[in-house]
Nanobody, 124 residues
């Protein structure tokens, strides 16, 4: 069983940066697709970014392209989300997710494992 633990969330001013980390344990996730989702109260959980097992393929929702970067260190069993030029609308709980498949999916139903989430708050 894979356990995922996110860290790195916090409060930041608009235009600032944060780096989220997702540490996996229980088994190696080097062949897993890994992704970040986010959710605000009353809204559906939405895809933010995803990365293939090798790291060669990365995908982003349009609103974060050019500002967010997903990466992974398979030796550390860890995935990262570097968030720059943050906006108030990026405020949400951010979740890490893992999928045993090899295609990055934007639909949460494909993901087998989830972390507990980390709060990101961007003030204007």
């Amino acid at each position: 069983q894979v356990q995922l633990v996110e860290s790195g969330g916090g409060l930041v001013q608009a235009g600032g940066s944060l780096r989220l980390s997702c540490a996996a344990s229980g088994r190696t996730v080097s062949t897993y697709v890994m992704a970040w989702f986010r959710q605000t109260p009353g809204k559906e959980r939405e895809f933010v970014a995803g990365i293939t097992g090798s790291g060669s393929g990365t995908y982003y929702r349009d609103s974060v392209k050019g500002r967010f970067t997903i990466s992974r260190d398979n030796a550390k069993n860890t995935v990262y989300l570097q968030m720059n030029l943050l906006k108030p609308e990026d405020t949400a709980v951010y979740y890490c997710a893992a999928d045993r498949g090899n295609v990055v999916a934007a639909d949460r139903v494909f993901y087998d494992h989830w972390g507990q989430g980390t709060q990101v708050t961007v003030s204007s």
